[in-house]
């Protein structure tokens, strides 16, 4: 594809259920990030994918999230019993390969918890 | 822990004129650093990658400077337009396979 896409782009649910994020890469890209940006927080790191593993899972907040990478392209992140401080911008990114390569960002999904 | 300041937080120049933008970063042993740009609402474009090994990197008006020595990167932005209103964030690896760790950006306004 052109570039990052991420579904669905906006997301407003109840606190206590599940979110479901995806994110699909560019082509070819091996590598996949995912990063959350809250409001005066700045951007933070929540995960890495290289190919379908993740040897990066230092950043998940807690146990309620978790992400998945099938066929080394699409990913979803999964939220479960979503909190009010759940709410932020997921950005995904992708590069090449997770070394040296610039990182390319997706148009992020805005989640708010009420 | 690496951490990353961006200094000013918010800016606001008249057009045309050359401007300067500041990040530090506490260890320099660093992989890489990068420049992006955020417009509101929207995601991260790349604008520079300069690698540990470089001193600057150019793209048109912007030239990103690196001094790892003093923990130091400049994004220098030539004859400014409103158009180059955005966010503008650094972010830096301390190596091929960790994640990017960002600072909180600098808001810059353009006015015609």
């Known amino acids: 594809g052109a570039g990052v896409s991420q579904s669905p782009s906006n997301k407003v649910t109840e606190k206590g259920k599940d979110v479901e994020l995806r994110c699909d890469p560019i082509?070819?890209?091996?590598?996949l990030y995912w990063y959350r940006q809250s409001l005066g927080q700045g951007l933070e790191f929540l995960i890495y994918?290289?190919?379908?593993?993740?040897?990066?899972k230092s950043g998940l907040p807690s146990d309620r999230f978790s992400a998945e990478r099938t066929g080394g392209s699409v990913s979803t992140l999964t939220i479960q019993r979503t909190q009010q401080e759940d709410s932020a911008v997921y950005l995904c990114a992708s590069s090449l390969e997770v070394s040296y390569n610039e990182q390319f960002f997706g148009p992020g999904t805005r989640l708010t918890v009420l | 822990k690496q951490e990353v300041t961006q200094i000013p937080a918010a800016l606001s120049v008249p057009e045309g004129e050359n401007l300067v933008l500041n990040c530090s970063f506490t260890d320099s042993a660093i992989y890489n650093l990068q420049w992006f740009r955020q417009d509101p609402g929207k995601g991260l474009t790349s604008l520079l990658l300069i690698q540990s090994s470089q001193r600057e990197q150019t793209s048109g008006r912007l030239n990103a400077s690196l001094d790892k020595s003093s923990g130091r990167s400049t994004l220098y932005i030539a004859a400014s337009q409103p158009g180059d209103s955005a966010t503008y964030l650094c972010?830096?690896?301390?190596?091929?396979?960790?994640?990017?760790?960002f600072g909180k950006g600098t808001r810059l306004s353009v006015i015609a």
């Open positions: 082509s070819g890209h091996t590598a």
């Open positions: 972010a830096v690896r301390n190596s091929g396979n960790t994640p990017l760790v």
């Open positions: 994918f290289q190919g379908n593993s993740a040897p990066d």
